[in-house]
């Protein structure tokens, strides 16, 4: 069965904090793995990673997909109380099927 | 450029209602998306369409839910009759084709309480 798990489930930090979300999956046929942030409404895109070992970057966030380990992060420096979110993974298959995991819900206190 | 639009937002129904959440994509954007999140949760796709045909409705709930996309481009699902476990936010999204993942767009979402 394809799935994607994302760990931890949730983390509070203080402002300033660098924090590194992870991100597994199992999907037949992969295409390429989507992040999103996701705050009261809906999600909204960060970055889409299809080639491993390149890193995406904007602004203080990061990610980078590493297809041998089946795996991606997502990292964020200097963490601010408005990276305070849903973060979700989702892996992608090659007819464009969806699998996202459960999200990490991040808190970041001032 | 507006955004994906859905209504309504919040929608408070009884078991065994029935139930129509309504959504207007980008305007251009050919493939069209409901999915289903749960407290806690991802969303999860329910049904994809291009244009006006659904191309994978594989985890629709075919016995309660049914949806359309008569003129390729408002959509509609519907819940008939409505359970418990179908409170959740139903989400839609819309992107200018299936193969442009990265610029899926969603909507604001609506949250469905069945009581």
């Known amino acids: 069965e394809d799935k994607v798990v994302q760990s931890p489930l949730s983390l509070v930090v203080h402002e300033g904090d660098t924090v590194t979300l992870n991100c597994s999956y199992e999907?037949?046929?992969?295409?390429?793995l989507l992040w999103y942030k996701q705050e009261k409404k809906a999600p909204t895109f960060l970055f889409m990673l299809t080639s491993s070992g390149i890193e995406k970057k904007s602004g203080r966030l990061s990610s980078i997909l590493d297809k041998k380990e089946l795996s991606s992060i997502l990292n964020i420096t200097a963490t601010q109380t408005g990276d305070s979110a849903i973060y979700l993974c989702?892996?992608?298959?090659?007819?464009?099927?969806?699998?996202f995991g459960t999200g990490t819900s991040l808190t970041v206190i001032p | 450029e507006a955004g994906v639009v859905q209504s309504p937002r919040y929608k408070i129904i009884e078991k065994k209602q029935p139930v129509a959440f309504w959504c207007n994509p980008i305007s251009g954007h050919n493939t069209l998306y409901w999915y289903r999140q749960n407290l806690g949760q991802g969303p999860e796709l329910l049904i994809r369409?291009?244009?006006?045909?659904?191309?994978?409705d594989s985890q629709l709930p075919k016995d309660r839910f049914s949806a359309e996309r008569l003129k390729g481009v408002d959509s509609t699902l519907k819940i008939q009759p409505a359970e418990l476990g179908d409170s959740a936010v139903y989400l839609c999204?819309?992107?200018?084709?299936?193969?442009?993942?990265?610029?899926?767009?969603f909507g604001p979402g609506t949250r469905l309480t069945v009581t």
């Open positions: 369409y291009e244009n006006e045909e659904a191309v994978d």
């Open positions: 999907v037949t046929n992969f295409r390429s």
């Open positions: 999204a819309s992107s200018l084709s299936w193969d442009r993942v990265d610029e899926q767009y």
């Open positions: 989702a892996g992608i298959a090659s007819g464009n099927q969806f699998y």
